[in-house]
């Protein structure tokens, strides 16, 4: 059997009207390497830094990676020579050979600097590379026109059945191309507008959920203003409670600044009660003294004792 090097349809002849009209399945061979750029040395390490400094642009969720993607090769100015998926394959690339070179099989021995762009890759795995490149957003590429961007279908080596078996008998991979305008000198084939179209439905698939996580995130901003602003209610009523307690502790302040003022007052006066306890102590043992001696006294010390004893009654009556 007969490489399938080039099937094509039976001429058809043009209506009329000159338009265009759907052709029978038009098959040609398309290799690997078909539209694919290869990075150049001054775009590879820029290719690197924004992947890993936009790696918040990687979420997970569908069609996340390929629109990553597309902002990434839009920023360098890619978006007309390669595609998303031909960006993300060149990143599991150099992924890989990381790996291989990081963490060799039992008995290699490769030394990672053989390879020029390992400490490039090694930093940008371990987070090194973070913030050195500008940080990007998928709006300017939701907001593109499509038609800027090179399809970012994976490439297929069985579009058609009826070649499957052939394939794998003679190991081309010629591609089927299901192309309406193709006979009559038309670039656009119906592959690339079946892809633009899904490539367009899955933006705005994206765009409605971008648009209704804004929304949700604008209902959860209300519910936090609103408690933002029974907190501040209640943060103005403490502030009135602690301007109260303050009061209190002043005027508690003033009171214990007058019991402080008493008590030392006091303490004055029982200063001066215990000296003159004291001075009557004294006089009462000399007093005693001098009728234990039986000395005689002057008219003089008479009276004095005799005051003195009546000052000392008194005194008495006063301490009592």
Same mark, same amino acid.
């Given at each position: ?15 009329a009207d000159s338009s265009p009209s759907p052709s029978p399945v038009s098959v040609r061979p398309m ?166 179209e899904s490539d367009r439905r899955d933006i705005e698939q994206e765009r409605a959920q971008l648009d209704s996580d804004r929304a949700l995130m +604008? %209902? &959860?901003?209300?519910? @936090? /203003? #609103? !408690?933002?602003?029974?907190?501040? $209610?209640? =943060? ?37 009660? +215990? %000296? &003159?306890?004291?001075? @009557? /102590? #004294? !006089?009462?043992?000399?007093?005693? $003294?001098? =009728? ?29």
């Amino acid at each position: 059997m007969e490489d399938h090097a080039l099937y094509s349809a039976p001429p058809t002849p043009l209506p009329a009207d000159s338009s265009p009209s759907p052709s029978p399945v038009s098959v040609r061979p398309m290799s690997n390497t078909e539209s694919t750029y290869k990075l150049s040395e001054a775009d590879l390490p820029t290719f690197v830094k924004l992947r890993a400094s936009n790696r918040a642009l990687f979420t997970g969720r569908r069609n996340s990676s390929k629109l990553a993607w597309r902002t990434i090769l839009k920023e360098m100015g890619l978006q007309g020579k390669m595609s998303a998926w031909q960006a993300m394959k060149k990143w599991d690339n150099l992924k890989n050979r990381y790996k291989e070179l990081k963490n060799p099989p039992p008995g290699v021995t490769v030394p990672p600097e053989s390879w020029r762009w390992f400490k490039l890759m090694d930093d940008a795995m371990e987070g090194r590379l973070e913030g050195s490149a500008k940080v990007l957003s998928i709006t300017s590429v939701l907001t593109s026109n499509d038609d800027e961007f090179l399809p970012s279908k994976r490439p297929s080596s069985k579009r058609h059945r009826g070649v499957e078996g052939d394939e794998e008998a003679t190991g081309s991979q010629p591609e089927l191309l299901l192309n309406a305008y193709d006979l009559w000198g038309s670039g656009v084939t119906g592959d690339v507008v079946q892809e633009m179209e899904s490539d367009r439905r899955d933006i705005e698939q994206e765009r409605a959920q971008l648009d209704s996580d804004r929304a949700l995130m +604008e %209902k &959860e901003h209300e519910v @936090l /203003e #609103r !408690e933002r602003m029974v907190l501040e $209610r209640e =943060r103005a009523g403490l502030q009135r409670e602690l301007a109260a307690l303050d009061r209190d502790r002043a005027a508690l302040e003033r009171e214990r600044a007058s019991v402080e003022r008493d008590r030392a007052q006091l303490d004055w006066k029982m200063a001066q009660l +215990e %000296k &003159e306890r004291a001075k @009557l /102590e #004294r !006089e009462k043992i000399d007093i005693h $003294r001098d =009728r234990t001696n039986g000395g005689t006294s002057t008219p003089e010390e008479i009276k004095e004792v005799e005051l003195d004893a009546e000052q000392l009654e008194r005194r008495q009556r006063f301490l009592v």
